[in-house]
């Protein structure tokens, strides 16, 4: 879903923004309202164009950033919500009052080079996740701010305050002061590493383990941060059209009810990826496919996406081998891209996909007496070889009868493999079928699996692993067949195309040896609106027959196409900065990333062999030229890695967050007041961690406000165990 601009967005899953948060005229934050009756925050961009959601690669901008710039000498307080920020810039006037999109889950990608040589005090909220959100920016600005300090929040204030709200009792806006002095008199030094100052609520008293699990922190803006309703309502202007609230600091509030748990992070029940995705950017396939899919989308009732990341794939699998496209001599990449149609059922998922296959069934089908001419000749030569032994065993058995030399077996006389005809089209991945698959479509085939959650689970497997990996290269591989017999394969380029549901992705991805997901691209559009049938057909298949036909038909001959001097110019800038965010990522998103490179070539290459099919005017391309890469960078960056995104975020993003998922999810299904580690790892991760490994995953859910640890006094080694927060319960079923 997309705009003109951000006051204009609408959130599909969450309606009108309660308020808009401008950082910059291409990023903003809003304040949505979630299902469960909380608040949460969702980035928004701005392509220049138009304005949709999508959460663009760190580093993100800071709050205020043109109130550091105007005041440069200032000092600046870090506060962990837009609320906040303006709450305290109404308090604080001597100080630039900042703060950070995503809340205290998203503190790793800040921007924090506005904050270079500045002295920063930071504010925590009052709760487990604001300090230890503070402590890890506290240790990033060593080295960049001037001093960083700490603000110390009494312990008896309520939890969860911040100073969006209004003021616990018995507390002025000079109390609020004094804290502040207090805090900048006594700075950390940044070029010396020591224990930040803490704060843990009053009934928090076991500090809470950091280290490995304080990468379970960086999780999608929208699904992790609380931004308080109380807030939003006392939060003046932003882009918001409402009138504006005067936040009321001086009102003495009730005393609050101090909960002896901290809040839990309720992004781990979530099931959902945050935000809409951007939609597929048609305009990058030549104009008549861009035609096609637009028909063929209106006829099937299915999104445009689907339609168009299936005509890629099956194009690609046409091509298969026989076409790579090479940046340098060293470096090439085979026409194979392997591709996932994500959506629930009824989405237009299988019907996307037919719109492509139904033309390639019918290229398969012309094949029918190519296959049966060349079967003809085949068993010809099979007597032939077969009549041909006979006559050399006649000779060998003679040369023995009367001591002579044995005559050499001829080469005719060797018979050939069975029969394998030209099929442009597999459906059964087990390794026979697809070496014979193989045999007889030397360049590629395509696999289509409906759905695609079996061969995700078993690809990994022994010697399918081995193929599997040589598939997506294009590579030679030696296969054992039955017998012991080994049958060498010069090219086995297999492009994919298959269909998942969204419950079906964290099962799927959770095998630990399975890389073929990171090889996946991801589409998972919403459902298309209604349309009703169209008068005509809108779509030319004839012509579409007779494009595909063209790739289909390519010389045999393996032919690499360099890059034009301009799109490797180009291709050499995405690099860059593909290089630089790498170090970013981690877990699954870091996988996949990290063949980004490789991918966009792959696009590049097809986007060329379509635009060429839709004339077939002038000879096949030796080039790839600047526009085909320039929308194949456009199509990996803008809309694949946002999608892929998406997926690994619904799969939980890496191994410990899956397990940590998993094990929540249980613990909900099953009522747990308390749960031991033993229980952990034998019934809600079916033994597939380690005593380690589950230690981590319940520190991931202590950390998360899920558990809390039990101290025994007992004789011996104490039981590990934890008590769990009533707060799962409360939220069953929603």
Not at 264 to 290: K, N
Request: charged share 20%; aromatic share 6%; proline share 8%.
């Amino acid at each position: 879903m997309s705009a003109r601009d951000f006051a204009s967005l609408t959130h599909a899953n969450h309606g009108k923004p309660l308020r808009w948060w401008r950082y910059t005229d291409a990023f903003a934050v809003a304040d949505l309202h979630h299902h469960q009756g909380r608040t949460i925050g969702a980035v928004a961009v701005n392509n220049g164009t138009s304005c949709y959601w999508h959460e663009p690669l760190p580093p993100w901008p800071l709050y205020r950033v043109p109130a550091l710039q105007a005041r440069r000498d200032a000092p600046v307080l870090v506060v962990e919500s837009e609320a906040a920020a303006e709450a305290a810039g109404a308090l604080f006037a001597d100080h630039v009052c900042v703060t950070w999109p995503g809340g205290s889950n998203a503190v790793d990608k800040a921007d924090l080079a506005p904050l270079r040589g500045r002295a920063v005090v930071l504010w925590p909220d009052h709760d487990g996740a604001g300090v230890t959100a503070m402590e890890r920016l506290q240790v990033r600005l060593r080295g960049i701010a001037c001093t960083v300090a700490l603000v110390v929040v009494p312990r008896g204030w309520p939890d969860r305050w911040t100073l969006a709200h209004t003021l616990p009792a018995g507390v002025t806006v000079e109390t609020l002061r004094g804290l502040l002095r207090e805090a900048s008199r006594a700075p950390d030094n940044p070029g010396v590493v020591e224990a930040p100052c803490t704060l843990r609520p009053a009934a928090d008293d076991n500090p809470r383990p950091q280290g490995e699990v304080g990468a379970l922190c960086d999780s999608p803006v929208g699904a992790a941060d609380d931004h308080d309703p109380e807030a939003v309502e006392k939060t003046p202007e932003a882009l918001s059209s409402e009138d504006d609230v005067p936040v009321q600091m001086n009102a003495i509030a009730a005393p609050a009810v101090v909960s002896d748990w901290p809040a839990p992070d309720f992004a781990m029940l979530d099931d959902d990826p945050v935000g809409d995705l951007p939609a597929f950017p048609v305009d990058v396939l030549p104009p008549f496919w861009r035609h096609w899919s637009r028909g063929a989308a209106r006829e099937a009732n299915a999104p445009v996406d689907l339609v168009a990341l299936s005509l890629l794939t099956t194009a690609a699998g046409l091509i298969g081998g026989a076409r790579r496209i090479a940046p340098v001599p060293s470096w090439s990449e085979p026409c194979v891209l392997w591709t996932a149609l994500v959506g629930a059922p009824a989405c237009g998922k299988t019907a996307a996909l037919e719109t492509s296959l139904r033309l390639v069934r019918a290229l398969d089908r012309d094949l029918a007496d190519v296959n049966a001419a060349q079967q003809r000749r085949h068993v010809t030569a099979r007597a032939v070889a077969r009549a041909e032994e006979w006559w050399w065993r006649d000779g060998v058995r003679g040369a023995v009868a009367n001591r002579r030399a044995a005559p050499e077996i001829p080469a005719i006389a060797q018979e050939t493999e069975a029969f394998a005809p030209r099929r442009l089209i597999a459906d059964d991945p087990a390794l026979g079928a697809m070496c014979a698959a193989l045999r007889g479509n030397p360049r590629g085939v395509l696999l289509v699996r409906d759905p695609l959650a079996d061969w995700l689970n078993d690809n990994a497997r022994g010697a399918d692993n081995s193929f599997w990996q040589a598939s997506w290269s294009g590579n030679a591989c030696s296969i054992a067949a039955r017998r012991a017999c080994v049958v060498s394969l010069d090219c086995t380029a297999v492009s994919i195309l298959g269909t998942i549901r969204p419950e079906a992705i964290t099962a799927a991805l959770a095998r630990r040896d399975a890389d073929a997901a990171a090889r996946l691209l991801f589409a998972w559009p919403p459902r298309a609106a209604f349309e009703p049938l169209p008068d005509m057909m809108a779509v030319d298949d004839q012509m579409a027959l007779a494009a595909l036909g063209a790739l289909r038909d390519l010389p045999e001959a393996v032919r690499v196409l360099p890059l034009t001097p301009d799109a490797r110019m180009a291709f050499d800038r995405f690099r860059r900065r593909h290089h630089d965010q790498a170090g970013r990522l981690e877990g699954c998103e870091a996988d996949w990333w990290s063949r980004g490179a490789g991918s966009v070539l792959r696009l590049a290459g097809v986007l060329m062999f379509l635009a060429w099919s839709q004339e077939r005017i002038m000879p096949e391309p030796t080039q790839v030229a600047l526009w085909a890469m320039r929308a194949a960078i456009g199509l990996w960056l803008e809309y694949l890695w946002p999608h892929a995104r998406g997926v690994f975020q619904l799969a939980g993003g890496s191994v410990q967050e899956r397990q940590a998922r998993r094990a929540l999810r249980w613990l909900q299904h099953h009522g747990k007041a308390e749960v031991s580690r033993t229980e952990l790892r034998r019934s809600a991760l079916g033994r597939t961690c380690d005593a380690a490994e589950t230690g981590r995953v319940a520190e991931a859910l202590v950390m998360g406000g899920w558990l809390r640890p039990v101290s025994a006094i007992t004789r011996g080694r104490p039981p590990v165990r934890w008590t769990v927060n009533d707060a799962l319960h409360a939220t069953r079923g929603l």
